[in-house]
């Protein structure tokens, strides 16, 4: 089952509104995206090291689908309503990977 | 409870054993932590995206400590050992970040 990463780099004077990502952004994606074969989606915001070290993500999104062929039809029915919500947080523009979990 | 990133970035030429990664690291790892607070370690091996795309990092680990405490202790007992063997699978350095589970 694919991994979706959502990365959103953590860079100086960033804004990135977490109400917003958690209260709007993150139920728009389960709507739309749940129906179509999403089964997990778990958020780790960054936080400093114990050295201080500010993270390199603010936060990151992990969007477990049942197969890619659903991730690409969930994308290409709702992505472009979903990354057009993207700067009504912030505006870093986040990188993407996709994934097996091998464990 | 915080969760530890470890995070391969991925690089021309590089060099990453995964049958050593997951047969011997891993273990090593838990063998080590598990006693020490680590209650959770997942592992997304980075793979290309629908349009080819090479993943920015080779492998993500994700660990989960019952409290930062637990793993600066962990890390302050066992720390040493446990980086020494990276050279052991791959050359590259790997990112690290802590963070909070927040959904």
Redesign the interface.
């Known amino acids: 089952m694919?991994?979706i990463?959502v990365?959103y780099p953590s860079t100086e004077g960033m804004r990135f509104d977490?109400t917003y990502y958690?209260q709007s952004h993150?139920p728009l994606v389960l709507q739309r995206w749940q129906p179509l074969g999403l089964t997990d989606?778990?958020?780790?915001?960054?936080?400093?090291?114990?050295d201080g070290a500010t993270?390199?993500?603010t936060l990151?999104a992990?969007l477990t689908f049942g197969s890619?062929d659903q991730?690409?039809d969930a994308a290409a029915q709702h992505g472009t309503e979903i990354f057009a919500d993207i700067p009504n947080f912030t505006d870093t523009t986040p990188?993407?990977?996709?994934?097996?979990?091998?464990?």
């Open positions: 694919p991994v990463a990365m977490e958690m993150i989606l778990q958020v780790l915001r960054g936080i400093p090291g114990p993270p390199t993500y990151m992990f890619m991730f690409k990188v993407l990977q996709f994934n097996d979990k091998v464990g």
